[in-house]
C-alpha cells in the first residue's frame, strides 16, 4: 500500500445525520434504528434528518484572525459566525445584515424543472453561485444515499457507494459507468489508497486491489462500518459497536492481521495527522490515539453535537458538527492538544473536505444541512461560494492532482464532477 502522508487531509468519513428537536428528553441522542434506515417511528424522541433545527447556545464571539494562523485568545474559543466572514463587495455572495438575499438561493422549482419564470425568476438558476468553479457533469445512477466516492491511483476509474447495495465504477474519460458490483447490505463507508478500495459493510469490510483484481473480506466489524481510515501499512475502521478495529499489513500476499480493538465512544469519523488517529464520535467528542500504541491519550471537549467529520489541515486539526459549527484545533507547547477557533454555520454540518485552487490557495469544502456546499479560503473562512443539490451531500473527494476536480455525493444518489478553474475566477472577477 503507498504512504498516505501526503494525503491524511483526503481521509475524512462521516455520516449525514441532522439535528432533531425530541420529545422524551432525548434531544442529544441519535436514533440507532434511523441510522440503519429502518426507524418506523413518527414522530421519534430520537434524533432523524427530516425534522427542524435546535440552535445550541453560542459561544463568545471574537473576529476572525486574518493571518495564516488561528490565534489564541484567553478563554481558548475564538469565535467567527458565518455572516461576519461572508464578502459583500463584487468578489462573493451578497448578504444583507449577514442574511441570505434570495439571490444567493436556488430555485425549488428549477430544480424540479417546473420554473416558469426563466430569466424573471428572482432565485438562482444554476447549481452554484461564487467565484472560480463550475459544474463538469452529473453521474447518475444511484438511488439512495452516495457515503463514499474514491479514486484509486493508478486507474482511470471513479468508485462510489451507496445506501442501494452497490458500488459503481465509472470511466474517469467519457463518465460512463462501467461496473455494477452488487453488495449483501448498504454501504457504510468508502475510501481507497494507491491501488487498494476499501468497502465499510455491515458486519464486514470488503479490500479490492484495482491493479491485480485481489479481493479480501475482513471479518470482525459489528454492525455497521460508519468510518474508514488508512495509513502505509494498517486500516482502521468504525463499527456500529463503538469499537474502533485496527488492522496490520504484513505484505500484499499475506492477509491483513486484526491486531488491536479500540473502544470508547461511539465514532461516525475518523482522520489521521501528526502520528495520531482522532476519532469523532456522537457523543460530542473526539477522541485522540496515539498510533503507535494505540492508545487514547487525549478527549477534546466543545461541540455540543455529534462530530460529522474530521480533517488534518496543515498543523490543525478541523472538526465539524450537528452544532452548527466547525472548530479548529492546534497543540500547545505542552504538546496538549486545545480548540483554538470556532467559525458558526445557521445549519449543521456534515463533512469536510480540503483541497487547493490553481494558486495553491487552500480551501475548505463543508457540506451543509440545508443541502448547500460552501466553499471557504483557510485560514480567514472568507466565503467563496456555494454549491447546490438536491438533498444534503454526505461525500465529498477531490480528484487527481493537477486536474481541479473534485466530486460530491448527495441523499439522492446523484454524483456531480465540479472543476476549479482559474480562468473563470479572473474572469468572474473582471465583469462584477
Not at 391 to 414: C, K, N, S, Y
Request: one cysteine or more; aromatic letters at 8%; charged letters at 20%.
Amino acid at each position: 500500500m503507498a504512504t498516505v502522508a501526503a494525503r491524511v487531509s483526503e481521509r475524512t468519513q462521516g455520516s449525514g445525520f441532522h439535528r432533531r428537536q425530541c420529545r422524551g428528553g432525548a434531544a442529544n441522542v441519535i436514533c440507532a434504528f434511523w441510522l440503519e434506515g429502518r426507524c418506523s417511528r413518527h414522530p421519534c424522541k430520537f434524533l432523524h434528518a427530516e425534522s427542524e433545527s435546535v440552535a445550541p447556545p453560542r459561544p463568545k464571539q471574537f473576529q476572525a484572525p486574518k493571518s495564516r494562523t488561528w490565534k489564541r485568545t484567553p478563554d481558548n474559543s475564538s469565535t467567527v459566525k458565518n455572516s461576519s466572514a461572508l464578502s459583500s463587495g463584487e468578489d462573493g455572495p451578497k448578504h444583507i445584515n449577514g442574511t441570505e438575499t434570495v439571490q444567493d438561493k436556488v430555485c425549488q422549482h428549477w430544480l424540479s424543472g417546473k420554473c416558469v419564470r426563466g430569466e424573471d425568476c428572482k432565485y438562482l438558476h444554476s447549481w452554484s453561485c461564487g467565484n472560480g468553479f463550475s459544474m463538469f457533469t452529473k453521474l447518475e445512477g444511484h438511488r439512495k444515499a452516495v457515503k463514499g466516492i474514491a479514486l484509486p491511483s493508478g486507474s482511470y476509474k471513479l468508485y462510489t457507494g451507496c445506501k442501494d447495495k452497490t458500488i459503481r465504477v465509472w470511466d474517469c474519460n467519457t463518465g460512463q459507468c462501467v461496473q455494477v458490483v452488487d453488495l449483501p447490505g448498504e454501504v457504510g463507508s468508502l475510501i481507497s489508497e494507491g491501488p487498494w478500495v476499501f468497502v465499510g459493510l455491515e458486519d464486514a469490510v470488503k479490500v479490492w486491489n484495482t491493479q491485480t483484481g485481489n479481493e479480501l473480506t475482513l471479518l470482525g466489524p459489528v454492525g455497521l462500518v460508519r468510518a474508514l481510515a488508512t495509513t502505509d501499512d494498517m486500516l482502521f475502521a468504525a463499527t456500529q459497536d463503538g469499537t474502533i478495529l485496527a488492522w496490520k499489513f504484513r505484505s500484499e500476499n499475506e492477509p491483513p492481521e486484526l491486531i488491536a480493538s479500540l473502544k470508547g465512544h461511539n465514532v461516525i469519523s475518523l482522520a489521521i495527522g501528526a502520528n495520531k488517529i482522532y476519532s469523532g464520535s456522537m457523543d460530542n467528542t473526539i477522541r485522540v490515539w496515539d498510533l503507535n500504541t494505540l492508545l487514547c491519550v487525549q478527549t477534546l471537549q466543545g461541540h455540543t453535537g455529534a462530530v460529522m467529520s474530521v480533517l488534518c489541515w496543515d498543523k490543525y486539526l478541523l472538526s465539524c458538527s450537528l452544532d452548527e459549527s466547525i472548530k479548529a484545533w492546534g497543540s500547545t507547547e505542552a504538546g496538549d492538544i486545545e480548540m483554538i477557533y470556532t467559525h458558526e454555520e445557521e445549519h449543521g454540518v456534515l463533512g469536510l473536505c480540503g483541497l487547493n485552487d490553481a494558486e495553491a490557495k487552500p480551501i475548505l469544502l463543508c457540506s451543509c444541512h440545508d443541502n448547500y456546499v460552501r466553499s471557504y479560503d483557510l485560514p480567514t473562512f472568507t466565503e467563496r461560494g456555494k454549491l447546490f443539490a438536491k438533498r444534503e451531500v454526505r461525500a465529498i473527494q477531490i480528484g487527481p492532482a493537477g486536474t481541479g476536480l473534485f466530486f460530491t455525493g448527495d441523499a439522492t444518489g446523484q454524483i456531480t464532477v465540479w472543476k476549479m478553474d482559474a480562468d473563470l475566477k479572473k474572469e468572474t472577477s473582471s465583469s462584477s
